[in-house]
């Protein structure tokens, strides 16, 4: 080998090989982040998101106030008590100044300028197969539902707002009716045996502070579950163990912290908490025998960190074992999931949208949208088919078509509104599904309300299945001016999508 080529087989190594600060700087980023979460990659965010947003809180977090970062800035006493309790911004740092500065530069010397958003190259095409139909169900300009189900056995839509009233809509006399006023922001109802259950947000904006609650109304009397509880957003009510008695399994989502909560009635009346997850941001849980032992099985998301899938198997007397069956990024945003057998092989398969948008990394995100997760059938669960949707939120998965397989519906709150507006909503149709072909729609109209909430029932007794979403127009992230107006004054509350195949 001549003197030339080894000088220049010597001047690529230095040159392209990691430098050893760089490297330790990688080890120490990796290490700390993998502590509470799965450690994201550094190039799934812009390098002035991570230098102003998210390096100064993470650094916070490690008992490092820097740059000037103050996380109790403008916000109240109560506020900043609260937090002071979570201990989750040391007062003390748990690293050298040194490491932190090895993993400042490591982070911003290796993030992008800018995330490349690579859009579905079948654009949508126009939804044919439903028929939108634009309802308001009040004068009031804007709309603030907060919660939305379609109860078949009345052939009522139930609605809940961010003012605490609960009331159904009656679609086809296009009229509504009260059923009461309960805390702030009606977040989930249920009812059973007659009694029916409503769970009250407290606090919409993300706080420590906790003020939600859990009505009870039976025979016509309202009781509150004496517990107060961390920002509330579902509540599942199921006989989990069989003894007659309605378990309360209820997700606060909270902010900084939260948990999972078991309610369960401690004699006749009271019920007493169990803690089944000591971690913020669960969002929904579904009871289902996932191990086929005969035993009801919680199926939960969760966002706000360490996002992902747990299944909480029963193991009898309403003790559980958790197992986490599906764990991504803290920068996906967890929204929703759904369990279908996709495959026809028996078992459930996990559907996840991915798309929250409104924390400390506002940028569109190449990495949302829906996502099916295959079952080997013994609740191993592999990604197999993606599909990019810009601020993802919500789904419904039925066979719209009635052909055999799984089709979806999904909505998004926070779509590209400068360059696709109106894909806050798509309609995948599925055309293949061995192969994951999937074909994309969207309806004239679809930028009439900001989507945030959907559900599917056959709304007219037709024999097929419709879809219902819901406009949230609260202000919780910037959106162009015209979008507001156009909000306001079209004032669609709800957007029913009648399902034309048995018309």
């Not at 090895?102 to 579905?120: G, M, W």
């Not at 977040?187 to 259950?197: A, I, L, P, R, S």
């Not at 009870?216 to 004496?226: E, F, G, R, W």
Request: with cysteine.
């Amino acid at each position: 080998m001549s003197k030339t080529i080894v000088i220049a087989l010597i001047f690529v190594l230095v040159c392209c090989s990691p430098s050893p600060t760089k490297e330790r700087g990688e080890r120490l980023f990796n290490n700390y982040c993998a502590s509470c979460h799965l450690a994201p990659s550094v190039s799934d965010l812009p390098r002035n998101i991570w230098a102003t947003y998210i390096l100064p809180e993470m650094g916070a977090r490690m008992g490092i106030l820097d740059s000037g970062y103050n996380p109790y800035k403008g916000i109240s006493f109560s506020e900043q008590s609260a937090i002071l309790k979570t201990n989750v911004y040391p007062s003390r740092p748990i690293l050298s100044k040194e490491d932190w500065e090895l993993i400042k530069n490591y982070v911003l010397e290796t993030a992008p300028d800018s995330l490349e958003i690579r859009y579905p190259s079948n654009t949508p095409s126009e939804l044919a197969r439903f028929n939108p139909e634009p309802i308001s169900v009040d004068s009031f300009p804007g709309s603030f539902i907060t919660f939305i189900r379609y109860d078949q056995s009345s052939q009522k839509l139930n609605l809940g707002d961010i003012r605490g009233n609960l009331y159904s809509y009656d679609v086809e006399e296009k009229r509504s009716l009260p059923m009461g006023r309960y805390g702030v922001g009606i977040v989930d109802y249920t009812e059973k045996e007659g009694v029916k259950y409503i769970t009250s947000v407290g606090q919409l904006n993300p706080s420590e502070l906790a003020s939600g609650r859990i009505f009870i109304n039976a025979d016509n009397k309202t009781t509150l579950l004496p517990q107060v509880l961390h920002r509330p957003v579902n509540t599942l009510v199921a006989d989990l163990d069989k003894d007659g008695s309605e378990e309360l399994v209820v997700s606060e989502f909270g902010d900084l912290t939260g948990e999972l909560a078991l309610f369960s009635k401690n004699g006749n009346t009271q019920y007493k908490k169990e803690v089944l997850l000591g971690q913020p941001g669960s969002n929904r849980v579904i009871a289902k025998d996932m191990d086929r032992d005969g035993m009801e099985d919680l199926i939960v998301q969760t966002a706000q960190g360490d996002e992902g899938i747990t299944i909480f198997y029963q193991e009898g007397g309403l003790e559980f074992r958790a197992e986490k069956v599906i764990r991504v990024s803290p920068l996906y945003g967890s929204s929703w999931f759904e369990l279908v057998d996709y495959n026809g092989d028996g078992y459930d398969d996990i559907v996840t949208v991915n798309g929250d948008n409104a924390d400390k990394s506002i940028v569109l995100k190449p990495y949302h949208g829906l996502r099916i997760y295959i079952n080997d059938g013994d609740n191993h669960f592999k990604e197999s088919y993606f599909y990019a949707m810009n601020g993802a939120t919500r789904l419904v998965a039925r066979d719209f078509d009635q052909d055999g397989d799984i089709d979806f519906g999904i909505v998004s709150t926070f779509p590209d509104y400068q360059r696709q507006p109106e894909i806050s909503f798509v309609y995948l149709e599925n055309t293949d599904p061995k192969n994951y072909k999937l074909e994309p729609y969207t309806f004239k109209g679809s930028q009439m309300g900001r989507w945030f909430l959907m559900d599917s029932a056959d709304v007219d007794l037709d024999g097929d299945e419709d879809i219902i979403l819901s406009s949230f127009t609260y202000n919780y992230s910037d959106i162009p001016a015209e979008f507001s107006k156009l909000w306001d004054e079209n004032n669609v509350d709800v957007m029913i999508l009648r399902n034309k195949l048995k018309n």
